[in-house]
């Protein structure tokens, strides 16, 4: 594993500092400021015309990603978590320990430097050094500075590196932190209570998605990962709470492209005595919080467009199809006449596939894509929303919405059914789909038709994806970009090899 020559190298000189009593991986560090406040305190000096000596002394920690040696002196540019400091070394302040700096440090270690501010004749702020200790001996040469860290498909195996070496990226992170911190805090100040519900299911529910199996030996029983957490938090609306959330994440079975990853994060939230409208009312107050808070502007470039959140359009599901997709209405209201369209339009059709599919085939193809600015899309056939409320009026029709911005899904919400006959009925026919060839049509889940038969007052919930949100925030051109360990396809034994030489 570690046969590369300047991997070799770098062991010889691990084997040089422990033949000095030398420990190259130590267990103790003082650190008494950060890089960044340090440039913060001190940066006055570089205006003062007099260059006097500041007699105050710190600890500063990080690891070498610069090193210029110059005989008896030597810049070191080492980097923690908050910035890139400069530290100036030399041979009359550290004596012996100086040789010993120059024959083992590398860029890649990680140093402990004591010392005081000072500004170079360039006129850079940096730390004179009048001790230094060798935290940690890096042993696998970081990529080339000028170029770093490029192979896409190494950045996301190796993220550590990705890391290191694209500052960008750790930003990136530090702003999903700063998001998910932001959805706490809102739905917490609008009284919403935040659960955890299990994680491993015996009956896969919540959503049409295929799932992960794994087996409960204790049990002797399969389990399944949870491909949604929304029965189990109907079960509480049930037991008496009125406004729940989870932040929580996901499995399914499912192909990867640039918007999805089998394992993903979603906040789901239900909320007593209120409908679909009232969430969509909700979310828009949600978008601008979550923009104003994180100091966002309203417009955000996405992928070469600009998205304009203070433009929420509401559209139903068969207008958007006539409006936006193009497809005549006479095609939408006729099951036969849109099998032929999607026919001729070369879109592979199961022949299980009732009428709410074929629209489903046919918004996915013709509208969602186009779909940039926020838009609701509103009164989704009942077929394709076995957990979702009809519609008073038109029972065909179900009482839910799904966000759409940038071109994808964004969140899914609707008034819940509460009608344990209804919600039985539709759990039937989705075992038939199941038995018909329907990998991703739900199970049966007897225990929660029997806990809606104790009643569950009307509700509505929802669910947002967080990956795709960061996406949206950070105008990420894949889901990659903002998972910090995406799954990835396994490679060969000798593409391993290829990826640690």
Not at 185 to 207: C, N, Q, S, Y
Not at 300 to 324: Q, W
Not at 330 to 352: A, G, R
Request: charged share 30%.
């Amino acid at each position: 594993m570690f046969e590369n020559q300047y991997i070799q190298q770098r062991l010889h000189k691990v084997q040089l500092l422990k033949e000095q009593n030398q420990n190259p991986y130590c267990n103790e560090a003082k650190k008494t400021i950060s890089n960044l406040d340090f440039l913060k305190k001190f940066d006055y000096l570089k205006n003062q015309e007099e260059k006097k000596e500041i007699s105050q002394n710190f600890y500063v920690t990080g690891r070498v990603k610069l090193l210029r040696m110059m005989g008896k002196a030597c810049f070191i540019n080492i980097e923690d978590e908050s910035a890139s400091l400069q530290i100036y070394v030399s041979q009359n302040d550290l004596q012996e320990q100086f040789e010993i700096l120059k024959k083992t440090l590398e860029v890649g270690d990680f140093i402990n430097v004591y010392g005081f501010p000072f500004v170079t004749k360039t006129g850079e702020l940096s730390l004179h050094a009048t001790a230094y200790k060798l935290l940690t001996k890096s042993i696998v040469p970081l990529p080339e500075k000028f170029h770093g860290l490029t192979d896409i498909e190494l950045r996301y195996r190796q993220r550590y590196v990705d890391l290191i070496m694209n500052k960008e990226v750790k930003e990136t992170f530090k702003l999903r932190s700063q998001i998910v911190s932001k959805i706490r805090r809102f739905f917490e100040d609008k009284g919403f209570l935040e659960v955890e519900t299990p994680m491993l299911h015996p009956i896969p529910g919540g959503a049409n998605a295929r799932p992960f199996i794994t087996h409960h030996n204790a049990l002797d029983a399969d389990r399944y990962l949870r491909i949604a957490p929304e029965l189990y938090l109907k079960r509480l609306i049930v037991g008496g709470f009125e406004a729940v959330f989870e932040m929580n994440r996901n499995f399914r079975n499912e192909g990867m492209d640039h918007s999805h990853n089998p394992e993903f994060t979603m906040i789901e939230f239900y909320w007593a005595y209120k409908t679909y409208e009232d969430l969509i009312a909700l979310t828009k107050e949600f978008f601008i919080y979550l923009l104003d808070s994180l100091n966002l502007p309203h417009k955000l470039p996405h992928n070469g467009d600009i998205i304009d959140f203070d433009c929420f359009e509401v559209i139903s599901y068969k207008d958007a199809l006539e409006k936006i997709g193009g497809i005549s209405r006479d095609i939408i209201e006729d099951e036969n006449k849109l099998k032929e369209f999607l026919q001729e339009n070369h879109i592979v059709i199961q022949p299980q596939m009732g009428y709410g599919k074929l629209l489903g085939e046919a918004f996915d193809a013709f509208v969602e894509s186009k779909l940039i600015n926020p838009t609701f899309i509103t009164q989704y056939p009942i077929d394709i929303s076995p957990l979702a409320r009809r519609n008073d009026k038109d029972m065909q029709i179900a009482d839910r919405f799904e966000l759409f911005i940038g071109g994808k899904e964004i969140s899914n919400g609707f008034s819940e059914l509460n009608d344990p006959i209804d919600q039985l009925e539709r759990f039937k026919q989705q075992v038939k789909e199941k038995d018909a060839g329907d990998e991703e049509a739900q199970y049966m889940d007897e225990d929660y038709v029997w806990a809606l038969g104790y009643g569950m007052p009307p509700t509505a919930g929802q669910g947002i994806g967080i990956d795709r949100l960061v996406m949206l925030l950070t105008d990420a051109k894949t889901i990659k970009d903002v998972i910090l360990f995406p799954a990835m396809k396994v490679l060969k034994s000798n593409e391993e090899d290829s990826l640690i030489q």
